[in-house]
């Protein structure tokens, strides 16, 4: 898995999670930058991103994630 | 809509759930009911109510929602709570789980001192209760305990009074007890649930920790599914029928071509016993009321033959209605409806063929037509799907399927009269029109829910609110229930209407409704011959009618005027209001029923 396409699945799931077909997110979005993600939203994210890679992210990882480019680290980490 | 009926996708829910609530909330043709909804919570229940609101769209419900902040149930529920009593809850909801619970047992406990913390526990949520019920006056559903997620004395934990699993399983059954005194009190039985779900995912510390929910969140779809069908329940959603295909849904086989005997039902191979615990699954719903029809592609005769095989459980005198033809199903079903007087988004239609279930999901908008497949999990997708969701028992419910033969049985008579006239007079219908008692509150509330066709301005009432209207003055409000040779109909009208005009001289109409169960028995017309008497005795000169036109309420839209009232107004909307002046010398409008006179 090369790192753009792990950000093309997670811009769908972005975009479903948030309903917004206009969302592009990058190496250094994070939740200020998208209207409707507040720290509800952000545990359904979570919970849509894994569900998109099928593993589970561990709870330090979640803990430690600062932007959408830190989020694809570790899913690339994770998917080795 | 599909995505959200049993067995839906959870994770596809969490997903799309903000697409899934704009395209429900698009939906025009639907006729909601608003109702407001606090949920009291021990945990973070955002994504409860996220969830709860799509289900309860999908049922016709609109909710609005007052949610407490993380842990603040008792708090926000005990003390005085302005915002709380601002919003007025239609319903609460206490979400809690086993991390409310903080005096565990001790290994050293003595007997009395576990009894002690049981009674700690039980006490303050019992306080809860009462406080809630007599603050809000609305009905309250109280999740039981899940099991907890380690047992720290392996087996014993289950039957040692020193372990979690036991004082669980204690707790639960004191809050059982409280339920079976109670009318507005549901469990939401979470501790089944999570059973189901499988205890070990429902517990998932993970989302605890990280979010401090109780229930892990790919499992909150099915929480949410399962509060919304207790509430759907309450407010008279409940489906009411189960339209049955035959040919590989209630037998295996064809039985046209195969022959009766030659179907797979009783006890002879693994696969007729399959079928005939379905038979059996489905003759227990009669002791709720459900009633049973048949929908089938088959001659008459030989529907009725593989129903009459002595090892079949189900006979033909189990139904209440049995089309065996060649139709399109769907008209079958319209059909049906009609002969039963029922909505046909009463019926639940189970047929193994897909072809089928399409046409019917197509054709007859709200019918439930569950996704069944494979003849061994047949009851375990009826039975999720909590189409007959029990909130509330009435001896009615009890004996439906006996009321329906009566109705059969009047049918036949009134085919032997040439005259109506004759026909009504020989059924020998007894009347009582009194005003609200309280052995008929919950069956009045029940009716002002569910009656739809029948019902001038299809308003709402809960229970304590009949309970209010019956003790206030300002009031007038009778029921009517109808016994004839045949049997007792039960009640089946109300009417409530409230005194206004300067002198108290006017009775407005705020709500007049009749079971579709004695439509033509002149009922609506002892009801307003016993309205006219009450509202004369207490120096009521006119009467104001309303009617408020739905999608299922045409059928009364000339009321009033049948009623000998006079039109005065009507909108765009076709909402009319409609006068009566009481002349002096007022005509009895009916004289085929008895009336047992109003005290």
Redesign the interface.
């Known amino acids: 898995m090369t790192r753009e396409e792990v950000f093309e699945r997670l811009n769908k ?1 972005f975009r ?4 917004d077909e206009d969302i592009v997110v990058g190496e250094e979005t994070t939740a200020k930058d998208i209207e409707d993600w507040d720290s ?1 939203e952000h ?2 994210l979570v ?2 991103v894994e ?1 998109e890679f099928s593993f ?1 992210i561990p ?1 330090g990882k ?2 430690t994630m600062k932007n959408v480019g830190e989020m694809a680290d570790i899913i690339l980490e994770l998917g080795k | 809509m599909k995505e959200l009926e049993y067995p839906f996708v959870p ?1 596809d829910l ?6 899934i609530r ?1 395209q429900l909330l698009a939906d025009t043709s639907a006729n909601y009911i608003d109702k407001k909804i606090a949920i009291l919570g021990g945990s ?1 229940t ?2 409860i109510r996220q969830m709860l609101e799509l289900f309860l769209l999908n049922y016709g419900i609109r909710p609005s929602f007052y949610e407490s902040e993380y842990n603040q149930y008792y708090e926000d529920g005990m003390f005085p709570n302005p915002q709380l009593e601002a919003f007025a809850p239609d319903l609460i909801y206490i979400c809690t789980g086993n991390r409310n619970i903080s005096a565990w047992p001790h290994l050293s406990d003595s007997r009395e001192r576990i009894e002690q913390k049981l009674q700690q526990t039980m006490e303050k949520f019992r306080g809860l209760w009462e406080r809630l019920a007599h603050t809000y006056h609305c009905p309250i559903i109280q999740n039981n305990f899940e099991y907890p997620f380690f047992r720290l004395l392996g087996n014993k934990d289950a039957s040692d009074m020193h372990g979690r699993v036991n004082f669980i399983t204690t707790l639960n059954c004191r809050f059982y007890e409280y339920s079976q005194t109670q009318e507005n009190f549901y469990i939401c039985d979470i501790n089944y649930l999570s059973a189901s779900y499988g205890l070990e995912k429902w517990s998932d510390p ?1 989302y605890w ?3 401090k ?1 109780a229930v892990a ?2 499992a909150i779809p099915f929480l949410a599914f399962n509060i919304a069908n207790i509430i759907k329940s309450i407010y008279g959603k409940n489906k009411k029928a189960f339209n049955l295909d035959l040919d590989n849904t209630l037998w295996g086989g064809i039985v046209g071509e195969d022959g009766a005997e030659n179907i797979e039902i009783g006890q002879e191979t693994p696969l007729a016993q399959t079928y005939s615990e379905f038979q059996e699954y489905l003759k227990l719903h009669k002791q709720l009321g459900i009633l049973l029809t048949i929908n089938s592609k088959n001659d008459e005769a030989n529907a009725i033959s593989g129903l009459s095989r002595p090892d079949s459980v189900l006979h033909p005198e189990d139904f209440v209605n049995i089309k065996a033809n060649w139709e399109p199903k769907s008209m079958n079903l319209v059909k049906t409806a009609r002969e039963m007087a029922l909505l046909p988004e009463s019926f639940v239609f189970v047929d193994d063929n897909p072809a089928e279930r399409a046409i019917i999901a197509e054709q007859v908008k709200w019918a439930a037509v569950p996704e069944i497949n494979g003849v061994e999990h047949y009851i375990q997708v009826i039975d999720r799907s909590g189409f007959f969701e029990v909130t509330s028992l009435s001896q009615d419910d009890l004996k439906r399927t006996e009321m329906y033969r009566e109705n059969a049985e009047r049918s036949r008579l009134q085919a032997s009269f040439e005259n109506y006239e004759d026909y009504l007079k020989s059924l020998e219908m007894k009347g009582e029109i009194r005003e609200f008692i309280p052995a008929y509150m919950s069956r009045i509330a029940q009716l002002t829910n569910k009656s739809n066709q029948f019902n001038l301005t299809t308003k709402r009432y809960s229970q304590s609110e009949i309970e209010a209207i019956a003790r206030d003055p300002e009031h007038v409000a009778l029921y009517g229930r109808l016994c004839d040779k045949f049997g007792d109909n039960g009640v089946v009208s109300i009417v409530i209407g409230r005194i206004d005009g300067r002198m108290g001289e006017e009775l407005h109409m705020e709500l007049w409704l009749m079971s579709c169960r004695v439509l033509k028995r002149r009922m609506e017309y002892a009801m307003m011959d016993e309205l006219v008497k009450k509202a004369q005795s207490i120096g009521i000169q006119k009467i104001i009618g309303y009617y408020y036109p739905t999608a299922k309420n045409a059928m009364v839209r000339d009321f009033y005027e049948l009623m000998g009232f006079t039109r005065i107004s009507e909108d765009e909307e076709g909402n009319t209001v409609w006068e009566f002046v009481i002349p002096n010398e007022y005509i009895e409008k009916q004289q085929v029923i008895e009336l047992i006179r109003s005290q």
């Open positions: 799931v479903e999670v948030f309903d509800f545990i359904n919970v849509a569900d589970k709870m979640v803990v | 994770e969490l997903k799309r759930k903000k697409n704009k973070t955002n994504t993970y920790h990280m979010y929910y969140v790919p």
